[in-house]
């Protein structure tokens, strides 16, 4: 039973520091909201204040100060967080060994973490005042006037014009409004949220694997994982749809993840055409307004189904009844700096926690999820057939060597693109490295363009040629500087670019194929918001081609695209990181998937220097389940994840001898104490040593059981942050880390 809320209470708050400790403050005087845990509170902090969130409520004779400040104000008369999900963010906080102040922050929109108070869910609309009714018939011609006899036909029905309905009625409405609010003669007014939404449009029949998928998440009581494994095409979102409307019927919300904004949209637009409610988005594109706006209707229970990245993990979810994880095997569910968590796996443990079901849909599973499906801890449901007519596309492989190449593509893969076209199809050419070419070099003295904070004596990292060869960027720190006019060595005029990209692929076949559009879809070309669906609405299905990277290997349904071009995937066959096979067989059978998806046969062509790789001929021949099966084999000889649990601690300093003394101390400390199966790899260079300006260094954990990892790392951490050598390098820890770069 907590302690009256009084000024002898004490509120044990965590704040948004990388302190893994609460900080006691004596609840406020005349606050007149009684304090609670969960709810926010405003709090000194030296000479500034922060905004923290009350974990605990102790009495003063608990506290571990004798003269304790009292906390300045609680924001909240209701708690932000409680029940389940504050539940689970302390879970997160052990697991990912963070502090349990910047978990609950990142769980926060922007607003809330700043102190605002929670959103209003209302919608706005428009109505004239009494002076505007009077005024209509003397009003010049224009908008103004049009939207004020809009207006003026609404009081007749008595409804009001919200801005969706303005939308839709008037071109460029906003600024006619802000007329007439100006003179007193319409005024902008809150009225309850809009139910409004497409009445449900019928889907497609489902064959009968997406039948028995449907049956199987529909007969699941309380949490049942699901991995619906299902090859590209197969129709796994129809399965999300039908277990969605199951959800809604039973009055409960559905929350489903995807890896990339881009994808955000398309599915919006499907899911509300077809569930017949408002479907919520949430996404880093998103002002932070709008983010605030869907948590605090989630919070409220009045958000039903929400389409969200990474982030939106940590929604509110009181009425919870299903969770969707599309596309479960995609990178971008880690997050990969702050804390580190992976929203893939949280989900998971949220659903267990809220004892709903959860679908993990991918047509190439993580290997992690495909051993939980081999030892029975997920439910593996299988769509091996393409929804409708589609057939599988057709495979061939290109061997380009001893071929003249331009701009990297190879004469057979121009024909195959020009007979695509002439047959009235689109292309795809998938390359995944933007910018104009990977390197500028000299073809006199063999200089070549490195960046000057992420490269070392014994070890280089080129900077990318763009904008066509005038500008140099890397991709790893973000510098920026122009191209020289001669090389900075020998002063010779021969610098040249080095392989291709998407910018120098884009301006060969706009050259050799001038007849048609040729669209580029890369990280440069969509950093608008909204502006991949814009590009693909305004290619639409005339023919075409597209060049893009891996932005377009999932999720996009191109109806008309028959023809798949994979350029440069040799860099992938042989990486030192030992997910580089995983995640190269993920990419080719996505991007893969693209063509062929409605009634016309579909080709890829792979273009390599090295068509007897192994990688290559398993997936040819078995497809991604045969190499999944033969790496898992491998990752178990090997002893590496899922086998295996992982963790890795990496210091970075400006000098490399302060970032390995941090380390040997830190091995020091978890050797003490450690499990006889642990084992502690390093400190060791990492594979990239340098990153803007900062000597990069790393230690990486391994134990066949995941409660020995944990148990060296809660009694090694607390040593670990008192170190002297800790204020001297900035260091981060990462459970399962997904990326050893």
């Given amino acids: 039973m907590p302690p009256a809320p009084t000024s002898s209470c004490v509120l044990r708050v965590a704040l948004p520091l990388p302190l893994p400790r609460l900080f006691d403050y004596l609840a406020p005087e005349r606050d007149g909201v009684v304090p609670q845990v969960g709810a926010r509170v405003r709090v000194p902090f030296g000479p500034r204040e922060r905004i923290g969130v009350i974990a605990a409520l102790a009495s003063a004779a608990d506290a571990d100060v004798p003269e304790l400040k009292p906390a300045l104000e609680v924001l909240d008369a209701e708690p932000l967080f409680a029940g389940e999900l504050i539940d689970s963010l302390r879970w997160l906080a052990r697991y990912t060994h963070a502090a349990l102040g910047e978990v609950l922050a990142t769980a926060l929109p922007g607003p809330l973490r700043h102190g605002e108070p929670l959103s209003d869910t209302h919608d706005w609309a428009w109505q004239l005042t009494e002076a505007g009714h009077a005024a209509v018939d003397g009003l010049r011609a224009g908008k103004p006037r049009r939207l004020a006899e809009r207006l003026q036909r609404g009081r007749l029905d008595e409804t009001t014009l919200d801005d969706s309905a303005a939308d839709a009625a008037i071109d460029d409405w906003r600024g006619a409004a802000r007329s007439l609010a100006r003179r007193g003669l319409a005024e902008r007014i809150a009225v309850a949220a809009s139910s409004r939404a497409p009445v449900p449009a019928p889907g497609p029949t489902l064959h009968p694997q997406q039948q028995a998928a449907v049956d199987a998440v529909l007969a699941a009581d309380g949490f049942a994982p699901f991995l619906l494994d299902g090859v590209t095409g197969s129709g796994k979102t129809e399965v999300y749809l039908h277990a969605i409307a199951d959800c809604l019927a039973r009055g409960r919300q559905a929350l489903v993840l995807v890896p990339e904004i881009g994808l955000t949209p398309q599915l919006l637009a499907r899911f509300r055409a077809r569930l017949g409610v408002p479907v919520h988005a949430l996404h880093s594109g998103l002002p932070d307004g709008e983010r605030a ?7 409220r229970g009045e958000a039903r189904v929400v389409v969200g990245t990474r982030s939106a993990v940590f929604l509110p979810l009181p009425d919870a009844g299903l969770i969707v994880i599309d596309e479960e095997h995609d990178g971008s569910f880690k997050q990969l700096d702050g804390i580190r968590y992976h929203a893939r796996d949280f989900a998971l443990v949220r659903a267990r926690a809220l004892d709903v079901p959860i679908v993990l849909g991918s047509a190439t599973p993580s290997l992690e999820s495909l051993r939980n499906a081999q030892t029975g801890r997920y439910a593996h449901l299988r769509l091996r057939q393409r929804a409708g007519n589609a057939q599988p596309p057709a495979v ?11 701009a990297g593509l190879s004469p057979e893969l121009l024909d195959a693109i020009g007979r695509a076209l002439d047959a009235g199809g689109q292309v795809l050419v998938f390359k995944n490295r933007r910018g104009y070419a990977p390197v500028l070099m000299c073809h006199d003295c063999g200089w070549n363009a490195q960046c000057p904070r992420c490269s070392l004596p014994e070890q280089g990292t080129p900077m990318t040629v763009h904008a066509g060869g005038r500008r140099l960027q890397c991709h790893h720190c973000g510098a920026r500087r ?29 050259a050799r194929f001038s007849e048609v559009p040729v669209l580029r879809i890369d990280r440069g070309t969509t950093n608008r918001r909204d502006a991949l669906e814009q590009h693909l609405a305004e290619f639409g299905n005339a023919r075409g081609i597209l060049v893009g990277t891996q932005m377009l290997a999932k999720g996009h349904d191109l109806p008309n695209l028959t023809l798949v071009a994979v350029v440069g995937i040799d860099e992938g066959l042989f990486s030192a990181d030992f997910r580089a096979p995983e995640k190269l067989a993920q990419l080719l ?20 220097h090295h068509p007897e790789h192994p990688l290559l001929a398993t997936l040819l021949t078995g497809g991604y389940g045969a190499f999944a099966e033969l790496e898992l084999e491998q990752r178990e000889a090997a002893g590496f994840p899922p086998f295996v649990h992982l963790a890795m601690l990496r210091a970075e300093a400006k000098q490399v001898e302060v970032a390995n003394d941090f380390l040997q101390a830190v091995r020091r400390c978890i050797e003490r104490d450690a499990d006889r199966h642990l084992e502690i790899s390093g400190p060791l260079p990492a594979p990239m040593p340098r990153r803007a300006g900062y000597q990069r260094v790393q230690l990486l954990l391994s134990a066949p059981e995941r409660r020995g990892l944990h148990a060296a790392l809660d009694a090694a951490l607390p040593a670990i942050h008192t170190l002297p050598e800790a204020r001297k390098v900035r260091w981060s820890l990462d459970v399962d880390p997904v990326d050893l770069y």
């Fill in 293 to 299: 706006r869907t948590w605090a209707a989630c919070h």
């Fill in 482 to 510: 122009p191209a020289p006019n001669a090389c900075p060595d020998c002063g010779g005029l021969a610098l040249q670019s080095q392989g291709a990209g998407t910018e120098r692929i884009e301006e060969a076949l706009k």
């Fill in 589 to 608: 059978i996505q991007v893969a998937g693209r063509a062929g998806r409605a009634d016309k046969p579909g080709l890829v062509l792979l273009q390599t």
């Fill in 396 to 406: 061939r492989v290109i061997d380009v060597r001893k071929r003249p190449l331009q």
